[in-house]
T-cell receptor
Framework: DAGITQSPRHKVTETGTPVTLRCHQTENHRYMYWYRQDPGHGLRLIHYSYGVKDTDKGEVSDGYSVSRSKTEDFLLTLESATSSQTSVYFC?????????????FGPGTRLTVL | DQQVKQNSPSLSVQEGRISILNCDYT??????FLWYKKYPAEGPTFLISISSIKDKNEDGRFTVFLNKSAKHLSLHIVPSQPGDSAVYFC???????????FGTGTSLTVIP
């Protein structure tokens, strides 16, 4: 199994509070991704990183920001959480991005915004 | 706009029979396709992939078929086992990009 951990695994928070989710990898892969999974929508890309300090937006980036200061860590921040951000969040890594490579996923973080 | 589509939200199959999961895509730049399997409360796990230079790839009980002209791929599981009950996602990527695009998933139930 790819060495990917996510923390916390579960979180309940209130509307308007900031939340940061962490993804940590031990594979030294260049690419890291944050997805959210919602019923009827599958996996939707929030943001991704193609190197330290290099990030780009995905399909559903509004209300989210990311940072990557080290190869192994990719942080997802909800500046002011809303109920629509209640979801399961998955981090993924890839050595070569979309260039015929495979993505490997972490175990997920279940976030509930009350 | 959904570039990868799985039009069947669910599928039920008897144990021992063949399961066929379908996926369609719209972007002709996609050249690499993957299937993932997801159990509840776990992250998706990679199952099998296929490059656009092939039309078939086989790994044990799992075979993926690619029809480029129809922009369609399918995953065949033979024989199906109860442990195969999960949600299956197809995904696609393009050599020119950094992203993977996922379908909405098909929930497979294999009935013992």
């Amino acid at each position: 199994d790819a060495g990917i951990t996510q923390s916390p695994r579960h979180k309940v928070t209130e509307t308007g509070t900031p939340v940061t989710l962490r993804c940590h990898q031990t594979e030294n892969h260049r690419y890291m991704y944050w997805y959210r999974q919602d019923p009827g929508h599958g996996l939707r890309l929030i943001h991704y990183s193609y190197g330290v300090k290099d990030t780009d937006k995905g399909e559903v980036s509004d209300g989210y920001s990311v940072s990557r200061s080290k190869t192994e860590d990719f942080l997802l921040t909800l500046e002011s959480a809303t109920s629509s951000q209640t979801s399961v969040y998955f981090c993924a890594i890839s050595a070569a991005g979309g260039h015929g490579d495979t993505q490997y996923f972490g175990p997920g973080t279940r976030l509930t915004v009350l | 706009d959904q570039q990868v589509k799985q039009n069947s939200p669910s599928l039920s199959v008897q144990e021992g029979r063949i399961s066929i999961l379908n996926c369609d895509y719209t972007n002709s730049m996609f050249d690499y396709f993957l299937w993932y399997k997801k159990y509840p409360a776990e992250g998706p796990t990679f199952l099998i992939s296929i490059s656009s230079i092939k039309d078939k790839n086989e790994d044990g009980r799992f075979t993926v078929f690619l029809n480029k002209s129809a922009k369609h791929l399918s995953l065949h599981i033979v024989p199906s086992q109860p442990g195969d009950s999960a949600v299956y996602f197809c995904a696609a990527s393009a050599r020119t990009g950094n992203q993977f695009y996922f379908g909405t998933g098909t929930s497979l139930t294999v009935i013992p």
